[in-house]
């Protein structure tokens, strides 16, 4: 049950909805200052925001519909009736450029790229508010059964009620996205400052990478806790059905993150062999790109198959995610023009 803040009149606001509307408040007072100070349009910002937020929130339901759909009755109910159901996160973030491309198409700004910098550190403490909310509805949907005592607390453990009536202490997948999107954010915001809009090689395109790296690390974590959620979406496909049995084991968050890791190593392994010319070390870095992949893959295997084993898989799998993230790092440095 969702604890209630205040009564007014017949309104009940309840702690998660006030921390949610803090973390938008906060995304939208980040986004309009950053990018304001680099000269953009303050105009650009308030068209943007209302924008994202509406986007954002009905492909996040539309994807949480498609991987869920015995939970609602139809899809227009799903997208008109938000008093159950839940959300799929690489929603928010489709809506969020569509609203980005949507504002260069009206004039308000001329780079949707510059704009999404502006956003990625606002947008990183957003998605922190969101998950720090779950904390007030007991609703941190980790799979992972905590039985040692010392560590039925948080960061690492969160109760929840179990079946029985009994609490039980569950893994706190949120919570520890919240830490880490915290820690995201902070190094996003000195990303922003210290190497948004450096010099690239070959003239390359100096905005962008703000956003990217945004994406970059928060895909990075969220193909590995999601793995740790006991309520992850999956695809299933409805006609294609032999692809099934592909994918029924990775969730919908984890594929959409494997993809924008790739997207994002693709496009500066791209401008890094322009720049650079084709070097061995770029095949270094591919294989370990694809080394990572694997292990990601078959500790998600393995950790489903065997789980008890989960320790080990998921040790194996965040390391994986981290330097899959790192070496994805390495090629954007491998761009930048001497310092």
């Known amino acids: 049950m969702n604890p209630i803040a205040v009564y007014v009149g017949t309104t009940v606001i309840y702690w998660n909805s006030i921390v949610i509307a803090l973390g938008i408040a906060a995304c939208l007072a980040l986004t309009l200052a950053l990018y304001t100070a680099n000269n953009g349009s303050g105009a650009a910002v308030w068209v943007f925001f209302p924008l994202a937020l509406v986007f954002g929130v009905v492909f996040s339901r539309f994807f949480h519909w498609y991987c869920h759909g015995e939970q609602y009755v139809n899809l227009f109910r799903s997208l008109t009736d ?8 690489p929603g ?23 704009l999404l910098d502006s956003a990625a550190p606002g947008l990183a403490l957003l998605i922190a508010f969101i998950r720090l909310s779950a904390v007030f509805t007991n609703s941190c949907r980790g799979k992972i059964v905590v039985t040692t005592k010392a560590l039925q607390h948080l960061p690492l453990a969160v109760g929840v009620k179990a079946a029985t009536g009994e609490t039980e202490y569950v893994f706190a997948t949120f919570f520890v996205l919240f830490l880490l999107m915290l820690a ?47 309520d992850s979406s999956f695809i299933h496909f409805r006609f294609l059905t032999f692809l099934n ?10 594929i959409a993150s494997a993809v924008s890791i790739l997207c994002i190593l693709i496009y500066y392994s791209k401008r890094s062999v322009r720049a650079n010319g084709l ?16 292990g990601v893959g078959v500790s998600e295997y393995l950790v489903q198959r065997y789980a008890a084993r989960y320790m080990s898989c998921y040790s194996v799998m965040s390391v994986c995610c981290l330097l899959m993230a790192v070496d994805t790092y390495i090629m954007y440095r491998t761009v930048c023009a001497e310092e």
């Open 279 to 294: 070097r061995p070390w770029h095949w270094l870095m591919w294989g370990g790109y694809f080394l990572t992949l694997v």
């Open 92 to 114: 928010m973030l489709l809506g969020v450029w569509l609203a980005a491309y949507i504002v260069r198409r009206l004039g308000y700004t001329d780079g949707t790229a510059r």
């Open 82 to 89: 938000y008093s159950n159901g839940s959300f799929c996160m």
């Open 245 to 254: 049995k592909f994918t029924g084991f990775i969730s919908f968050v984890q």
């Open 184 to 230: 995201l954010f902070v190094g996003i915001m000195i990303f922003y400052v210290r190497r948004n809009n450096l010099p690239m090689k070959k003239h390359f395109d100096t905005t962008g990478h703000t956003v990217r790296m945004f994406l970059l690390f928060y895909s990075a974590a969220e193909l590995f806790l999601d793995s740790t959620r006991n």
